[in-house]
Structure formats: C-alpha cells, structure tokens
C-alpha cells in the first residue's frame, strides 16, 4: 500500500520508467490517522527525553512532511527557511 499524500506523481513515472508498458491504478484502501503531532516541537528537557528527538530528527515528523508536500503542491506557503546559508548566499561584493 502507498499513502495518498505519496501518491501524486506515481502513475507518471511509473509511465516513464517502463517505457509506458505499465499504468499504475489506485484503489482506496482505508483512511489511518498517524500517530505524530505535525506541530510538535520539543521544549524542555523532559519532552525530549521522551520524544527522543534532537536536532537531526525534527524533520523527520512524516505528518509534518505530508502537510508540507500539500502545502507546496497548491502554492500555499510553508514553514522552511528560504535563506539556509546567509554567508554563502551573499552577491554584492563590497567595495574597498
């Protein structure tokens, strides 16, 4: 089974791949609720010791991600920082 939310763009490249000898069809299964809170962000001490999470898994919330991939797909904007490296990002050079 496929989650819905990882569904779009299958049947097109799933086309592409095999040359267009395969097609792909979805069928409804069921609906599931996931289990993790999208806007879930760990505070204190004790809720991270709980949760587990650290800085290298907060984007791993997967409820967060589909509604992340939603969000972008229809032009709503999302939480992701634009800027990731400022000092990098830098194009005017300075005059001496």
Do not use: C
């Not at 290298?56 to 919330?61: I, K, Q, R, S, V």
């Amino acid at each position: 089974m496929m989650p819905a939310a990882e569904s779009f763009g299958f049947a097109d490249e799933l086309f592409t791949k095999t040359s267009g000898a395969a097609h792909g069809q979805l069928v409804f299964s069921k609906w599931e609720v996931l289990d993790q809170d999208p806007d879930f962000i760990p505070i204190s001490n004790e809720e991270i010791e709980e949760s587990g999470y650290n800085v290298a898994t907060l984007g791993n919330n997967i409820a967060r991600t589909y509604i992340d991939q939603v969000r972008k797909r229809k032009g709503l904007p999302i939480k992701e920082k634009i800027v990731k490296n400022p000092n990098q990002q830098r194009t005017r050079s300075k005059k001496k």
